[in-house]
Nanobody, 127 residues
């Protein structure tokens, strides 16, 4: 099983980026897919998730209204559209997959519930 994150880069404040997470060996249709991020010196934090067989999503308050998660099951890929980017969004972004859907964001945010992780892609937002 591999999750390959891509699409990171350098962008100015207010700009947009679209991250992709390509899965192999696991179907995005059958798993709950999530994005996390980790800034230098900080713990990895939950960004958002999309439920299997559904368009139901969760988002962290810090990105709600600016970020959107979508899934293209035909391409076995999950996307994270990031708009109105801020310097605080600077981090390495990781995609992850888990088999169960948590009834609350707090449950979905638990790192050890994810069976598979991608390698991360760097996002840098300049001020």
């Amino acid at each position: 099983v591999q999750l390959q994150a891509s699409g990171g880069g350098l962008v100015q404040t207010g700009g947009s980026l679209r991250l992709s997470c390509a899965a192999s060996g696991v179907s995005t249709r059958n798993f709950n897919m999530a994005w996390f991020r980790q800034a230098p010196g900080k713990e990895r934090e939950f960004v958002g998730a999309i439920r299997q067989f559904s368009i139901t999503t969760y988002y962290a308050d810090s990105v709600k209204g600016r970020f959107t998660i979508s899934r293209d099951d035909a391409k076995n890929t999950v996307h994270l559209q990031m708009n109105s980017l801020k310097p605080d969004d600077t981090a390495v972004y990781y995609c992850a997959a888990r088999s169960s859907w948590g009834v609350t964001i707090a449950i979905m945010a638990l790192l050890n519930n994810y069976a598979y992780w991608g390698q991360g892609t760097q996002v840098t937002v300049s001020s």
